[in-house]
């Protein structure tokens, strides 16, 4: 479980494939703190850390997770929004994330707005999820490669997110521009009250 509040950005050091699975192996600001077994968010999707080399750390994504996150169009180098798992003492900042990327979106658009930005994002609409929750709401949450955003201009097909100076720069907001592909996951409460609705 997850608050969609990015702890750090991590960096691709080195990606391998086997398979249908790919290793990545990244660095980040806390890898000294992390275990093996732990799970950590990397642009929204749960990982869990394989191997642990001095200040590099491995995760595993399979052919499913690749399907619907942007993971396999990572390369060296990139940037990966990186939280570890919530602790339940503390406050929840975000919104209530599981790591379970829904689908992906495409950015239309980013657009200055007085030091701040709007950026828009389009997805394939699909009559049969949205009635399971897989859609958006006027002020509702949203997580966006990992960050807890709060929605507006909501449509059938896409959303806009504003994002302040500090989240575009402690995140990967910095490096998205149009035609860049980011992970949606949808909230968990909206597609909870969906399929109560359908029963």
């Avoid at 394989?50 to 995760?59: F, H, L, M």
């Avoid at 339940?88 to 930005?117: F, K, P, Y």
Wanted: glycine share 10%; proline share 2%.
């Amino acid at each position: 479980m997850f608050s969609g509040i990015v702890e750090a950005t991590a960096v691709v050091t080195k990606i391998v494939d086997e398979q249908s699975n790919k290793h990545f192996t990244l660095t980040c600001p806390f890898t000294s703190e992390l275990k093996i077994d732990q799970s950590v968010a990397h642009n929204g999707v749960c990982l869990t850390v394989v191997n642990i080399s001095g200040n590099e750390y491995t995760v595993t994504a399979m052919a499913e997770t690749l399907k619907k996150s942007n993971l396999g169009k990572l390369k060296v180098g990139d940037k990966v929004n990186v939280e570890r798992s919530m602790i339940m003492n503390g406050r929840l900042d975000g919104h209530i994330v599981q790591g379970h990327v829904d689908q992906t979106a495409e950015c239309v658009g980013v657009e200055e707005a007085g030091g701040s930005w709007y950026y828009t994002f389009h997805y394939e609409p699909n009559k049969e999820k949205a009635k399971e929750g897989y859609l958006t709401v006027e002020k509702g949450s949203v997580c966006v490669n990992g960050v807890s955003l709060t929605v507006v201009n909501s449509k059938s097909d896409g959303f806009q997110v504003g994002i302040i100076p500090y989240t575009h720069d402690h995140t990967n907001f910095c490096d998205i521009e149009k035609g860049t592909t980011v992970n949606l996951e949808f909230d968990i409460i909206g597609k909870y009250i969906a399929r109560i609705s359908a029963i």
